[in-house]
């Protein structure tokens, strides 16, 4: 006796439509218009409402994909989507996060060329004191302490006791409140520069600090010069 599953078919408004039809029997081109259609309508839902979908919301999504599946001229009974939405909500969910994660990663990138490209020194550090990132024009700037050599090691260690406590106290500062977020700690009257401590925050919660430094000097470089490498031969 074969174990081959019998096809229910249903003459339904002229077309003859198998009943017992399953999310496998349909054609690639329809499985994978439907992978989309469930995908995006979770995604939607997921990152308009930041949470993941609940009972109600599954039937919402559901429904989003039913509605597409009919437009399209697709035959597959509702349960089989349901069924089949149901086994793969937590790789949706999966997928969804994969997804923020790199887009995350290709922000840290313009984030860091920002910070890179600033002329002014700027040197990061966390709530341990230890100094994780500073720019090339810190690392140069800082370059008879060691520069970018100092990575790693506490901020702490380049500086006086009063200046450790003044230190220790703008942290605290920094924590007692998410609008205490920058303090102006020096001026260079030498090289006409202001220094700063400026909160670094994650949802508000205080992650770090770095120091930020302002030169008050007017610019030399000419408007728009795009040629100015070219001129000195760079």
Do not use: T, W
């Given at each position: 006796m074969s174990g081959k599953k019998t096809k229910v078919h249903k003459q339904v408004d002229g077309r003859l439509l198998q009943m017992n039809k399953t999310f496998h029997n349909l054609k690639m081109k329809q499985k994978d218009k439907i992978t989309g259609w469930v995908y995006e309508a979770y995604k939607s839902y997921a990152t308009q409402n930041e949470r993941i979908p609940d009972a109600a919301a599954d039937v919402q999504i559901i429904g989003s994909v039913l509605d597409n599946i009919e437009k399209a001229g697709i035959w597959i009974p509702d349960g089989e989507i349901i069924?089949?939405?149901?086994?793969?909500?937590?790789?949706?969910?999966?997928?969804?996060?994969?997804?923020?994660?790199?887009?995350?990663?290709?922000?840290?990138?313009?984030?860091?060329?920002?910070?890179?490209?600033?002329?002014?020194?700027?040197?990061?550090?966390?709530?341990?004191?230890?100094?994780?990132?500073?720019?090339?024009?810190?690392?140069?700037h800082y370059a008879g302490w060691g520069g970018d050599k100092l990575i790693g090691k506490s901020l702490l260690d380049c500086h006086n006791p009063e200046s450790r406590e003044k230190i220790r106290q703008v942290v605290e500062w920094f924590a007692e409140d998410e609008s205490h977020n920058l303090v102006y700690t020096f001026h260079n009257k030498k090289e006409n520069r202001d220094v700063y401590m400026a909160a670094l925050r994650e949802g508000g919660k205080l992650i770090g600090?770095?120091?930020?430094?302002?030169?008050?000097?007017?610019?030399t470089m000419k408007l728009y010069d795009l040629w100015q490498d070219e001129a000195r031969g760079v």
């Open positions: 069924s089949y939405y149901h086994r793969k909500k937590p790789h949706l969910q999966k997928r969804l996060e994969n997804e923020k994660q790199q887009k995350f990663r290709s922000y840290v990138s313009y984030y860091r060329s920002l910070i890179d490209q600033d002329r002014c020194p700027v040197v990061i550090c966390d709530l341990e004191n230890d100094i994780i990132y500073m720019n090339p024009a810190g690392a140069a600090y770095y120091e930020k430094h302002e030169y008050r000097n007017p610019e």
